[in-house]
């Protein structure tokens, strides 16, 4: 069974840094993609950030690019955030979700109800103005 924990939410002040991790368990790395996404209650989930297990191809949504950095490692089946010059409106529970490689990355982060297979639990990220 594929599983994934996410960690490192928290409060931190707007320019603040977090970074998040995300281990799977119970599958082959190389084999999915793995993504963050964010969701405020009452708004629509938001594609945050992308990575392949594969070739460590990554996207970025539009929101996020230039300040948050994803990484993996293969060997602890680990994914990063890294989440820099943070502000008031990336406040959200941080959800890490991962997929078989059966599309290209970017294809899997925009339409991640159809691609992605497996949740977390999610992870509060509150940043104070």
């Known amino acids: 069974e594929v599983q994934l924990v996410e960690s490192g939410g928290g409060l931190v002040q707007a320019g603040g840094s977090l970074r998040l991790s995300c281990a799977a368990s119970?599958?082959?790395?190389?084999?999915?993609?793995i993504g963050w996404f964010r969701q405020v209650p009452g708004n629509e989930r938001e594609g945050v950030s992308c990575?392949?297990?594969?070739?460590?191809?990554?996207w970025y949504g539009d929101s996020v690019k230039g300040r948050f950095t994803i990484s993996s490692d293969n060997v602890n089946n680990t994914v990063y955030l890294q989440m820099n010059n943070l502000k008031a409106e990336d406040t959200a529970v941080y959800y890490c979700?991962?997929?078989?490689?059966?599309?290209?990355?970017?294809?899997?982060?925009?339409?991640?109800?159809?691609?992605?297979?497996?949740w977390g639990q999610g992870t509060l990220v509150t940043v104070s103005s």
């Open positions: 119970g599958l082959i790395f190389e084999d999915y993609h």
């Open positions: 990575i392949s297990g594969g070739d460590a191809s990554t």
């Open positions: 979700a991962t997929g078989l490689r059966r599309v290209n990355i970017v294809t899997m982060c925009r339409q991640p109800s159809r691609w992605l297979e497996v």
